[in-house]
């Protein structure tokens, strides 16, 4: 069988036999015999002159079988067969090339968008350096690279070098005495001393003589005179932390010492000038307090000659994955030991939680990891809150109390930056899944400030 088959291809013309077993064409063709083989055909499959194939019958039983019009009908079907045959090639030859074009494609597609997205980034860090260059002063201990805090180090630069007394808001872990420190050591008295207290942490008995001194004979236990903070701070700058937990008397002499630029030891009369810039840092709306009778008001106009409000950490999500690095370079340079890096996945989760402990939360956190982690810190080397994650819109400003427009602010700009991640930046994408119109969309990019 395979003989005659072969035959005919290589000739490419029919070959009939009418009795096989006596044709001496097959004599050693062990088939024949084996198979008891009597007529047999096999006609050639021809495309553009080239045989690729072969059509075989054959009948065990009957000598002659295939006549003239049986080899005409099957030399029809051969050449309807291999029109069939080509054209199924040129069909997968088609498709095996448009599976090539659209993997190319696709392959383009991805090169074209990383490119997109690394010019983007160049544009940014472009951009953002620009701004960094303009400022007047040196911000690197606050790291931040947000419009918001861009702005906040603007206006760093026009109070640092003025003597004014500045209240700096935000919640807890925000980075206050960060701030305070920048607006000292940048400005005319960098070389005197920056003195740091937390009047929370001193009982309403002790702040007064820890912030002024005391006299010996004073009180108690007052067995030799000693210097308050502001004696200590004197030229310098003072820093008060959580300084709505004054008592209102305490206020009262803080606002002496303002206005007056004098103080009295606990257990004296002598009047002792000082030249102190005073800064303060609260937690708490003040505003809300003076309105609650529970802050002074003299006091609070004295101090808010400028105001610094220090975002929260879920404001400036853009700024969390310079920030995670950077903690984790500082706990790298603690351990002695080569900075680490940190996976995609994981940079997500940090940037979907709600941090209600803000920066200093964070870094916490990146501490822990990078103990916890090897070369590269994953999404497992994460705290379990971490990864689980939370919906930051149930966790309220505390200086917003029940008001509802800053909450669906903050839910909306949450959406909005959630949007512009997902969708790699495009804005038609992106208000489209928000259901907004490219035009209302640049509008609230723009209200709320978010980086595109």
Known sequence: ARANAKQAAEKGEPVITVDAAGDQRFREAVSVSDLHLRSVLAVPLAVKGTVVGTIYVDHRLRKGVFDDDAVAMVMDFAEQAAIAIENARLVSELRRRENQVQSLNRRLERELRLQTQALQGVREELKESRQVAALRYDYRQIVGRTPRMLDLFRLLDRVTDTSLPVVIEGESGTGKELVARAIHYNGPRRDRPFVSENCAAIPETLLESALF????????????????????????????????????????????????????????????????????????????????????????????????????????????????????????????????????????????????????????????????????????????????????????????????????????????????????????????????????????????????
């Open 213 to 452: 001194g005391h006299v010996k004979g004073a009180f108690t236990g007052a067995d030799r005179d000693a210097r308050g903070l502001f004696a200590v701070a004197d030229g310098g700058t003072l820093f008060l932390d959580e300084v709505a937990e004054m008592s209102p008397a305490m206020q009262g002499k803080l606002l002496r010492v303002l206005q007056d630029g004098e103080f009295h030891r606990v257990g004296s009369e002598r009047a002792h000038k000082v030249d102190v810039r005073v800064l303060v840092a609260t937690n708490k709306n003040l505003e809300r307090l003076v309105a609650q009778g529970k802050f002074r008001q003299d006091l609070f106009f004295r101090l808010s000659v400028v105001r610094l409000l220090l975002p929260p950490l879920r404001e400036r999500i853009e700024d969390i994955p310079l920030l995670a690095q950077h903690f984790l370079q500082k706990a790298a340079a603690a351990a002695g030991c080569a900075n680490k890096s940190i996976e995609p996945a994981a940079v997500a989760k940090l940037c979907a939680y709600h941090w209600p402990g803000n920066v200093r939360e964070l870094e916490n956190e990146m501490t822990r990891a990078h103990a916890f982690s090897g070369e590269t810190v994953t999404v497992a080397d994460l705290s379990p809150a971490v990864r689980a994650g939370s919906d930051a819109s149930v966790f309220p400003d505390e200086r917003e109390g029940l008001r509802l427009k800053p909450r669906v602010e903050r839910l909306e700009r949450m959406l909005i930056r959630e949007a512009m991640t997902t969708y790699n930046g495009n804005q038609t994408q992106a208000a489209k899944a928000l259901g907004l119109s490219r035009f209302g969309l640049q509008k609230k990019l723009k209200r709320y400030r978010i980086a595109t």
